[in-house]
């Protein structure tokens, strides 16, 4: 637990002083009982439930002074609440490599199945959009809450040829912060430009990439995870072929506090796919997927089969149903002082008349 005003537990130490003086107060009132002709009389008075009950609305007064005392200090803790409406992305490899058998019946077939399972038990408060990449990323499906629609989208993918894992990547930042002018042509012609060491094509396309450039440039640094209103899956079967650099597009989602959560599909030897006359083996890219997860606050998760992949969207939606966050806590430790204090007063006037 964290404290906004960590000064004002100082206080907690007269708490000490109180019971010393309360401790004292008791002892004046035994010294007075040598009045009496008998100590009997007073002790038969009180009875073994009266003496105790004297001391509990002081213990209770005290307890309630404590917790006022560290309401003001205004504590934050970390709670688990029900998620306010956020954005998700699911952003699916399409390569022609997803067409490899070694999860049955192919890779595509069983992403496929896994994406529709995870939408029937997506939460209500989650908004889901589709991006799909090979040799470039395209959005399929703007973020929606219609269910439907998310199916009908999985259901259109077509495969491809290429991995372009860093443009689903950006292609996914650009649905998740619509405003923010992130254009995956502009960035692409700005990473070949800077490939060649110089300037290519239509002066007004170099004049664009310049300025995306300068904007990421400027963009003031977040914590990265911090971005509470949407998040990234982005599953891939293999390695980058063309695009951008994952990583550099990692950084980009990191600069915004964007999670994202990477799944590697695919077993662990990897497949074989395409027609027998042109075939080709493709294994997972792990530490590329591992890097961008670890870069961005999220997660890796290795998916070798339908089953781990449907396990794997099933921890993530529970994750996005429920939702840590810092919160401050003082009205209910305010409310507990109350309550106590109320208490103590109230026993005391039952019991004591006072």
């Given at each position: 637990m964290q404290f906004l005003w960590p000064q004002v537990l100082w206080l907690l130490l007269a708490l000490p002083l109180?019971?010393?003086?309360?401790?004292?107060?008791?002892?004046?009132?035994?010294?007075?009982?040598?009045?009496?002709?008998?100590?009997?009389?007073?002790?038969?008075?009180?009875?073994?439930?009266?003496?105790?009950?004297?001391?509990?609305?002081?213990?209770?007064c005290l307890l309630g002074l404590a917790a006022a005392l560290i309401a003001c200090a205004r504590p934050m803790a970390t709670v688990t609440l029900p998620s306010d409406v956020i954005t998700l992305v699911l952003a699916m490899d399409v390569s022609r490599s997803m067409e490899a058998t070694d999860v049955a019946p192919t890779r595509i077939t069983a992403a496929q199945q896994a994406a529709r399972d995870l939408i029937v038990g997506l939460p209500a408060s989650v908004r889901l959009g589709i991006v799909s990449f090979a040799g470039t990323a395209t959005v399929v499906l703007p973020p929606t809450g219609n269910r439907q629609d998310m199916i009908d989208a999985i259901d259109r993918f077509q495969l491809q040829r290429g991995t372009a894992t860093g443009s689903g990547l950006i292609q996914s930042l650009a649905v998740l912060f619509p405003d923010d002018g992130i254009d995956l042509e502009t960035i692409l012609f700005s990473t070949e430009a800077s490939r060649f060491g110089a300037r290519t094509g239509p002066l007004d396309e170099a004049a664009a990439a310049d300025a995306a450039r300068k904007r990421e440039q400027e963009r003031p640094p977040v914590q990265p995870g911090s971005y509470r209103h949407g998040a990234i899956i982005l599953l891939s079967d293999?390695?980058?072929?063309?695009?951008?650099d994952p990583i550099d597009a990692a950084r980009m989602a990191a600069q915004r506090g964007v999670r994202v959560y990477t799944v590697g599909f695919g077993s662990a030897q990897g497949g074989a796919a395409g027609e027998p006359s042109l075939s080709y083996f493709m294994q997972l890219d792990e530490p590329s997927l591992r890097a961008v997860a670890t870069m961005t606050g999220g997660e890796y998760f290795q998916a070798g089969s339908a089953a781990d992949l449907s396990q794997v969207y099933r921890q993530l939606s529970a994750r996005f149903a429920l939702e840590r966050k810092e919160t401050e806590v003082s009205a209910l430790l305010a409310a507990a002082a109350a309550a106590l204090l109320l208490l103590a007063g109230g026993l005391s006037m039952i019991w004591f008349r006072r």
């Open positions: 109180l019971v010393a003086a309360y401790l004292y107060l008791i002892a004046r009132r035994k010294k007075g009982a040598v009045l009496y002709a008998s100590l009997a009389l007073p002790r038969a008075a009180l009875g073994p439930r009266q003496r105790i009950r004297r001391h509990i609305p002081p213990t209770l293999g390695r980058r072929t063309t695009g951008p």
